[in-house]
């Protein structure tokens, strides 16, 4: 009976935390506040100031929107290794490893299931998450703006 | 003799179990098509604004082929078979162009939804597309 309590316990704590953990999402736009959307639903008003709580599942899809248009966005793919950080516009992968966040989570699920399950299942409930994600906005620097007005050479 | 009287009872047996079997193909022809629930999506010609015609016609093409793969909804030449409408916009901005989605009920022009984002250059419709097809278009 005490073993059964001390489970549920650890499930609440867990359950609490994992309602806690949040990924702080920025714009490299200095001077203007974006909307941000977490998995097209809409989260923060401002990315000046803006926590996002941790999503279920294994991606993260956040997206950057100011006067209605979507200006930037960033993918977090999560796994049991790590997490991969992928923008889309600019195209550009970073990866990582960092426990931070969802660690909180991981343990607490990890211990509680670790009396009941192998001891290697705690390794495999332990998520990773970024604590900050940087969602690119700004148009590219390198290069003229394309000249949309002209025929499309790929034509 | 009781073989030849019987014959056209059996006739008449085939003959129900044969509407039978037809009713029972259309009813699951229906009940499949409901449960599908695929709308019938017209896509006009892209309207563009400061933007060559040729990136409307390319950015067309390439959600055509998107929403092919993605499978959600059914694609249509004629407004007029259509539940849905999925007008195209290419709109120029400052920084590069807007890509403009919008979804109406064919019936009375309702806006259903609307997705907006920005794009540099051509090979930015590719990421938007896959992604509008995938999570939106329905």
């Given amino acids: 009976m005490k073993r059964f309590l001390l489970i549920l316990a650890m499930l609440a704590g867990s359950a609490a935390l994992y309602g806690c953990a949040t990924v702080k999402v920025e714009v490299d736009d200095a001077h203007e506040g974006y909307a941000i959307y977490s998995n097209g639903k809409k989260v923060c008003n401002d990315s000046r100031n803006c926590h996002v709580p941790v999503a279920g599942g294994d991606e993260m899809y956040l997206e950057a929107e100011k006067n209605g248009v979507v200006y930037g966005e960033a993918v977090i793919h999560r796994g049991d290794g790590g997490y991969r950080t992928q923008t889309i516009l600019h195209r550009g992968t970073a990866e990582g490893a960092t426990k931070v966040a969802v660690k909180a989570v991981g343990t607490p699920l990890g211990l509680a299931a670790g009396l009941l399950q192998p001891l290697e299942y705690i390794t495999t409930t332990t998520e990773y998450f970024p604590t900050e994600v940087m969602i690119p906005v700004m148009p590219p620097e390198s290069g003229e703006k394309y000249p949309w007005d002209q025929p499309d050479p790929s034509k | ?138």
Avoid at chain 2, 8 to 21: A, E, G, Q, R, T
Avoid at chain 2, 28 to 47: D, E, N, R, T
Avoid at chain 2, 96 to 109: C, I, P
């Fill in chain 2, 1 to 138: 003799m009781l073989k030849n009287a019987l014959k056209p009872h059996y006739n008449s047996i085939f003959m129900h179990m044969n509407s039978l079997v037809r009713c029972g193909f259309m009813a699951i022809l229906l009940c499949s098509a409901m449960l599908c629930g695929c709308a019938k999506v017209y896509m006009p010609p892209v309207q563009v604004e400061g933007v060559h015609p040729d990136y409307g016609e390319r950015l067309r093409v390439l959600t055509k082929q998107y929403v092919v793969i993605d499978d959600h909804v059914t694609l249509v030449d004629d407004v007029q078979q259509s539940d849905r409408t999925l007008q195209l916009q290419l709109l120029r901005d400052t920084a590069g162009v807007v890509v403009v989605f919008e979804m109406r009920e064919s019936k009375d022009g309702s806006l259903i939804w609307a997705y907006r984002h920005i794009a540099y250059d051509p090979n930015d419709f590719i990421p938007i597309v896959s992604r509008v097809s995938k999570e939106k278009i329905r």
